[in-house]
């Protein structure tokens, strides 16, 4: 960025200080490369959200551009990943979610006993969001 050379800082703590700083400041955002798509696509065969799921993903997460939760620039960087037991209607085992689909897909076998029902995980994938925004991504 302009040459500048942006070291880490100690502690996360800083980290997340210098780039509130930074993102407040009034430096000129130099935004990467495009994304293409905000949802990373899967591999494997998409499997159908079975019916005890369904519901929930469907309302908090599910949808195209138009999702019911806010986003910067509507990128939506939230990644949903399901770890299922017994008792949803699918075998048990890891999951990824694809939002965009609506659909399941299978990434391996349960790391060790699972109990009955599902189990989500979320993630932030903060790629789209730098690209898009630079280094005033941070806080948003």
Do not use: K
Request: a positive charge; proline letters at 16%; charged letters at 20%.
């Amino acid at each position: 960025m302009n040459g500048e050379l942006i070291t880490m800082p100690s502690s996360s703590a800083d980290f997340v200080q210098e780039a509130l700083a930074r993102a407040r400041s009034a430096a000129p955002v130099e935004p990467g490369p495009a994304v293409r798509s905000t949802t990373p696509r899967r591999p494997g065969e998409p499997l159908s959200v079975p019916p005890p799921l369904d519901r929930v993903l469907r309302l908090s997460l599910a949808g195209g551009r138009l999702r019911p939760v806010p986003s910067a620039g509507a990128l939506h960087p939230v990644e949903t990943w399901l770890l299922v037991g017994a008792g949803c209607g699918i075998p048990p085992g890891r999951y990824g979610y694809d939002p965009g689909r609506h659909r399941l897909f299978r990434e391996g076998d349960p790391p060790g006993p699972v109990p009955d029902g599902a189990f989500a995980a979320l993630g932030a994938r903060v790629g789209p969001t730098v690209a898009h925004y630079g280094h005033r991504a941070w806080p948003l």
